[in-house]
């Protein structure tokens, strides 16, 4: 079967940074993608990465590994605002996106 | 601007009524999705549209059905609710269809059976 493997929750301190992991085995493979949802609203999109290697866009990074199956979701100089849950999907071989179900990440002042 | 819309916000209903819910994106987006997010906040793909055609139709009941007046509006109508259909729908759209173009979700609409 295919599986999405995420934390379900985890904290951190404003100002500080954190790594929320994702694994993934899916029959095929066409890309990963991260969502950032807030509590009680709509996904909102973050990154994609198809090709192994660090993409970064400001203060959120993400890193893929096909061989491993793995990805993970960087974010330096936290803020409060960057509490939320943090989705993780994969795009199978019928190009079918597959989701996680999400990180909820906590920021402490 | 709301880039892609949802209405109602809210939905409350008995069992065994039927119901519809829409959406409208204002992007120029090619394709539309329906997604519903259960309670262990899983996201499943529903349906979706690329210009009137339903071109991914995962094993949902038939009692859901989706309907496209236009390439902007993609409404869910829902025959014959059960409890089981209590969840958060998701609307989307993305760009030409292409697989791995970004989807932009509307704000959802939660969905209570009683």
């Known amino acids: 079967g295919q599986n999405i493997d995420q934390p379900t929750e985890m904290t951190a301190t404003e100002g500080a940074i954190v790594q929320i992991n994702c694994t993934y085995q899916?029959?095929?493979?066409?890309?990963l993608f991260w969502y950032q949802q807030h509590a009680g609203e709509a996904p909102t999109f973050l990154s994609y990465?198809?090709l192994d290697g660090l993409e970064e866009k400001g203060r959120f990074s993400s890193f893929l590994s096909r061989s491993k199956g793995y990805s993970y979701l960087l974010l330096k100089e936290l803020q409060m605002k960057d509490s939320a849950s943090y989705l993780c999907?994969?795009?199978?071989?019928?190009?079918?996106?597959?989701w996680g179900a999400g990180t909820k990440l906590i920021i402490k002042p | 601007d709301t880039a892609v819309s949802q209405t109602p916000k809210y939905l409350v209903t008995q069992m065994g009524n039927d119901k519809s819910i829409k959406c409208e994106q204002n992007?120029?987006?090619?394709?539309m999705y329906w997604y519903k997010q259960d309670s262990k906040k899983f996201l499943k793909i529903m349906f979706s549209?690329?210009?009137?055609?339903?071109?991914i139709n995962e094993t949902v009941p038939n009692r859901f059905s989706p309907k496209s007046p236009d390439k902007a509006h993609l409404n869910l109508h829902i025959n014959s609710l059960e409890l089981g259909d209590s969840a958060v729908y998701f609307c989307?759209?993305?760009?030409?269809?292409?697989?791995?173009?970004?989807?932009?979700f509307g704000p959802g609409t939660r969905l209570t059976v009683l």
């Open positions: 999907a994969v795009m199978d071989s019928n190009y079918q996106l597959i």
């Open positions: 992007l120029g987006h090619d394709t």
């Open positions: 899916t029959s095929g493979f066409n890309g």
């Open positions: 990465n198809v």
């Open positions: 549209y690329n210009n009137k055609e339903l071109i």
């Open positions: 989307a759209s993305s760009q030409e269809g292409r697989v791995t173009d970004t989807q932009y």
